[in-house]
C-alpha cells in the first residue's frame, strides 16, 4: 500500500514518565481500512500508545498523525475522528440502553433524529429491540460488549480503538463480536484493536508486537510465523517475549 | 497437607438471575480442578459460597467433610483464598502485605517461608515497594504469596491469569503444577479455555449451570461427531460459505482456520467440500481431520443448551 493510505503515522515516537521509557521511538504506519492488531506483554507500553493516538496524552518527543491530525497540536480534533472502547469502561450501567445511545450521541453533536435512526439500526441489527428500555447492568458482558461497539461507532469515525474488547466473553459472542469488527472493516473504518487471545491475532491483517516499549516484531500474522518458525501466533508471541528476557 | 471438597446441589440466586443452578461435584484430595466459563458463568459465586464468605439459597458444601456453613471458622483456617480482584493493601509495601495477612493466621513470614519461596523470590528484590507500583504479573505472585502464607490445604484461585498475557499466563500455570506436587488440593477458574488442558479434571460452566466435567482428556474424547480443519485464501467469505454447507452442524473461526463440526464421516465430507469450496473459485484449499480441543466441546455444548 502507498504512504497516502496511512490513516494513522507514527514516527519516533517517545514518551517518559520519569526515567522510565514507556514508548521508546516507535515508528509505524497503520493504513486506512484494515485491522491492525496491537499486542504485547502487561506493561509493555500498549495504553501508552493508545493514549497518545486518541488525543488523552502527549507524546514527549516524535510526531503522530491520526487521521490526518497532528495529535500534539490538536488532540481535541483527533477525538472527533475516532471511536474508542474498552472492557473496564464503555457504557454507563444506571443507563437503559436507549439513553446510552442518546448520551454518545449528544456528546458527538449527533441531531436527535440521527440518534433515533442508528439507535434503531443499531438494536435492530443485533436482535436487541427488545431491550432498549432496559438499564444496562441488567445485560449479559458477551451483549453488553456489542452494545459498546455499536455505540462507539455512531459517529462513524475514521478509526475505532478497542482495548481487550473481548475480555471474559463467551466463545460464541467472542465470535459474533469479530464478525462485527470484520463488517466495520469492509464498510472502511480503521480497527486497532489489543488482545490476549492468540487466536484473534490470527484475525488481523497486520499484527504489532511490543516488549518492553519497543517494537520487536510488526507484519502479516502469516509473515510473522514464517519469520519465527512458529506454527501459530501464541508461538511467536512466547518466542519474542523469550529472546527479549 | 490437602483436603476433599463436596458440593451438593447448590444453587444461588440475585434477584430473577441464577447464578447457581443445582451444582453438584466433588473434588478429590490433591486434585488441580479448573472451573472453565465465560463471565456470567457462576465461577465467582461458588468460590465465594466455598470460602463461606455468601450464603447459598439451597444445597450445601464440605470441606474435608467440615460443612462450610456451620464450621465456617474452621474452614477459613485451611483455605487459601486469591480473589478476582481484590486482595492486596495498594499503600502496603510487598513485605507488609505478606506480613499482614500472615499475622492475620496468628503466623509468621519466617514460619512458613518454605512454601512461597519459590514465588515470593521472584519479587523479593521489590520487597520494599508499594504493592500498587507493582506490575500486573509481580502484583500476582504477591496475591498469590499471601494466600499462602498460612500453609493452607485448599486453594481458591479466582480468575488468576484474567488480563494477563500469554507469557506470564504460562508462568503461572507452571508455579501451580509445581505447588500441587507438595499435595495441595488446588481450585482455580479461567474464562481462558485453553488453560483447560492444564487441569487434572474440569467443570465447564455458561450461566450457572454445568455444562460437563471429567478430565481434559474425557471432554475431548467425547465431542459429538467429527472435526475437519478448513483453510482457503479469503477466509471472511468462506466462513459464510461453509455456514449451510449439507452436514455441516457447526461452522467456526479458529485463529487462522475454521473448524466445521460434522456427524458424517470425514473422507466423504471431504470429497464433497473440495468440488464445493473449488466451484466457488476458492485457492489453496487445505481441508485436514482434526481432534477437537476443549473450546470446540465448549461451542458444542453451548449449541446444545441453546437448542440451536
Not at chain 1, 516499549?213 to 518458525?229: H, R, V
Not at chain 2, 496468628?106 to 512458613?112: C, F, L, M, P, V
Not at chain 2, 506436587?181 to 465447564?204: F, K, N
Not at chain 2, 485464501?233 to 466445521?260: Q, W
Amino acid at each position: 500500500m502507498s504512504q497516502q493510505d496511512a490513516i494513522i503515522q507514527v514516527k519516533d515516537l517517545v514518551k517518559k514518565f520519569g526515567d522510565f521509557v514507556a514508548n521508546d521511538h516507535l515508528n509505524f504506519d497503520v493504513y486506512r481500512g484494515e485491522i491492525f492488531g496491537f499486542l504485547g506483554a502487561n506493561g509493555a507500553g500498549k495504553t501508552t500508545t493508545m493514549k497518545i493516538l486518541s488525543g488523552l496524552s502527549r507524546p514527549t518527543s516524535g510526531k503522530v498523525i491520526v487521521a490526518g491530525i497532528d495529535v500534539n497540536l490538536h488532540p481535541e480534533k483527533v477525538k472527533r475522528k475516532i471511536g474508542y472502547m474498552s472492557q473496564l469502561f464503555s457504557l454507563y450501567n444506571d443507563l437503559t440502553v436507549k439513553e446510552n445511545f442518546r448520551f454518545y450521541g449528544g456528546i458527538y453533536g449527533l441531531s436527535a433524529k440521527k440518534i433515533r435512526e442508528q439507535t434503531r439500526y443499531y438494536l435492530e441489527k443485533l436482535d436487541m429491540i427488545s431491550f432498549e428500555n432496559m438499564l444496562l447492568k441488567n445485560i449479559p458482558l458477551g451483549w453488553k460488549q456489542k452494545l459498546a461497539f455499536s455505540v462507539a461507532n455512531l459517529h462513524h469515525p475514521d478509526i475505532i480503538f478497542l482495548d481487550e474488547p473481548t475480555g471474559g466473553v463467551d466463545p460464541i459472542t467472542r465470535r459474533q463480536f469479530w464478525e462485527l469488527i470484520y463488517e466495520a472493516s469492509n464498510q472502511g473504518t480503521t480497527v486497532f484493536v489489543t488482545t490476549h487471545y492468540m487466536d484473534e491475532a490470527e484475525y488481523c491483517e497486520r499484527v504489532c508486537i511490543m516488549s518492553e516499549g519497543k517494537i520487536e516484531a510488526l507484519d502479516t500474522p502469516k509473515a510473522l510465523k514464517e519469520q519465527f518458525q512458529a506454527k501459530n501466533m501464541n508461538d511467536v508471541f512466547l518466542k519474542i517475549a523469550r529472546n527479549v528476557e | 497437607m490437602s483436603v476433599p471438597v463436596h458440593i451438593e446441589s447448590l444453587s444461588k440466586s440475585f434477584g430473577k438471575v441464577h447464578a447457581l443452578e443445582n451444582i453438584s461435584l466433588d473434588i478429590q484430595k490433591g486434585e488441580l480442578f479448573g472451573f472453565i466459563g465465560p463471565d456470567g458463568a457462576g465461577k465467582t459465586t461458588l468460590f465465594r459460597i466455598l470460602c463461606s464468605l455468601m450464603l447459598a439459597d439451597q444445597g450445601e458444601v464440605t470441606i474435608n467433610h467440615i460443612d462450610v456453613v456451620k464450621g465456617y471458622k474452621k474452614i477459613r483456617q485451611i483455605i487459601g483464598y486469591m480473589p478476582g480482584r481484590f486482595s492486596l493493601y495498594m499503600d502496603l509495601s510487598v513485605e507488609e502485605n505478606l506480613a499482614f495477612y500472615a499475622r492475620i493466621f496468628h503466623t509468621s513470614i519466617e514460619e512458613n517461608y518454605d512454601i512461597i519461596r519459590d514465588i515470593y523470590e521472584q519479587i523479593a528484590p521489590f520487597k520494599k515497594r508499594r504493592a500498587g507500583d507493582l506490575s500486573g504479573g509481580m502484583k500476582q505472585k504477591l496475591a498469590l504469596s499471601c494466600a499462602l502464607i498460612h500453609n493452607p490445604a485448599l486453594l481458591i484461585l479466582d480468575e488468576p491469569t484474567t488480563g494477563v498475557d500469554a507469557v506470564s499466563r504460562k508462568e503461572f500455570w507452571d508455579m501451580l503444577k509445581k505447588m500441587q506436587q507438595t499435595g495441595i488440593t488446588i481450585l482455580v477458574s479461567t474464562p481462558y479455555m485453553d488453560e483447560a488442558a492444564l487441569c487434572d479434571r474440569v467443570a465447564l460452566m455458561q450461566s450457572g449451570k454445568l455444562l460437563s466435567m471429567d478430565t481434559p482428556t474425557q471432554i475431548v474424547n467425547d465431542f459429538p461427531g467429527n472435526l475437519l480443519s478448513i483453510k482457503a485464501k479469503g477466509m471472511y467469505p468462506l466462513l459464510h460459505d461453509l455456514d449451510g454447507f449439507e452436514g455441516a452442524n457447526s461452522v467456526y473461526r479458529f485463529g487462522e482456520t475454521i473448524h466445521l463440526a460434522t456427524k458424517m464421516n470425514t473422507n466423504l465430507m471431504e470429497q464433497k467440500l473440495f468440488p464445493f469450496l473449488e466451484g466457488k473459485g476458492y485457492q489453496e484449499i487445505e481441508i485436514i481431520e482434526k481432534q477437537a480441543n476443549i473450546e470446540d466441546c465448549f461451542l458444542a455444548l453451548m449449541e446444545g443448551k441453546t437448542g440451536s
